[in-house]
């Protein structure tokens, strides 16, 4: 789409001033980012872990740990994790996974 605008452009207004751009412009190299969900690792961009001093949890404005394994920001009190896409932490509540808790026999109370 992006190339038939530039082509039309050029066709209509009848002279190119930086034929060059545009040739760039509508090469077939144009990058496009893919909405098919699935993520190359070449694709994902690294978390910068300097946001974390300025980055809380947007429920509980406590401070977040990285976890660069799962790539996600971790609120341990609440036991929720944030996705990081491409780079940009996605705060988003709704978007949060739940943290499985291990649950411990000797630790929670007994009925009686």
């Known amino acids: ?27 077939t190299s144009v990058s496009v980012r893919s909405f098919s969900g699935v993520k190359d690792a070449e694709q994902q961009q690294p978390f910068d872990g300097s946001l ?19 790539n996600e920001l971790i609120n341990e009190e609440l036991g929720i994790a944030f996705p990081i896409i491409d780079g940009i932490p996605n705060m988003i509540p709704q978007e949060a996974r739940l943290l499985q808790k291990d649950t411990d026999a000797s630790t929670s109370p007994t009925q009686g």
């Open 1 to 27: 789409m992006f190339r038939n605008v530039v082509v039309r452009l050029v066709t209509e207004t009848g002279r190119v001033k930086n034929a060059p751009l545009i040739q760039r412009l509508t090469a």
């Open 52 to 70: 974390l001093e300025f980055l809380v949890c947007p429920l509980s404005k406590k401070p977040l740990r990285y976890e660069a394994e799962t």
